[in-house]
């Protein structure tokens, strides 16, 4: 499955920004996805992560609250809409998926990762 992640880019400190993840030519609905994100000098953190069929979502503490993960099977897309944005949320973001039956929280469980897509927050 190649994932094609999309819509990063430069914004202030508490503006708004919306990511999506496309598998052109494939069915999204039979795989668990989810975003993470990895900062310089950091290690690759999970952000979001949501059911097949959309009705389960879990978000790391750090931006509970503040982002909004979704999907739309019948457009193969899933995306991460991100509000108050915050300098400590710059990092290259990345969605993969996975055809585990549940939520998958772990980076190694994902089978299947995007290219990823820089978002930096300006304070």
């Known amino acids: 499955v190649q994932l094609q992640a999309s819509g990063g880019g430069l914004v202030q400190a508490g503006g708004s920004l919306r990511l999506s993840c496309a598998a052109p030519?494939?069915?999204?609905?039979?795989?668990?996805m989810g975003w993470f994100r990895q900062a310089p000098g950091k290690e690759r953190e999970f952000v979001a992560g949501i059911s097949r069929s959309g009705g389960s979502t879990y978000y790391a503490d750090s931006v509970k609250g503040r982002f909004t993960i979704s999907r739309d099977n019948a457009k193969n897309t899933v995306y991460l809409q991100m509000n108050s944005l915050k300098p400590e949320d710059t990092a290259v973001y990345y969605c993969?998926?996975?055809?585990?039956?549940?939520?998958?929280?772990?980076?190694?469980?994902?089978?299947?990762w995007g290219q990823g897509t820089q978002v930096t927050v300006s304070s």
């Open positions: 030519g494939r069915t999204l609905s039979s795989y668990v």
């Open positions: 993969a998926a996975d055809r585990s039956p549940g939520l998958v929280l772990a980076a190694s469980l994902y089978s299947y």
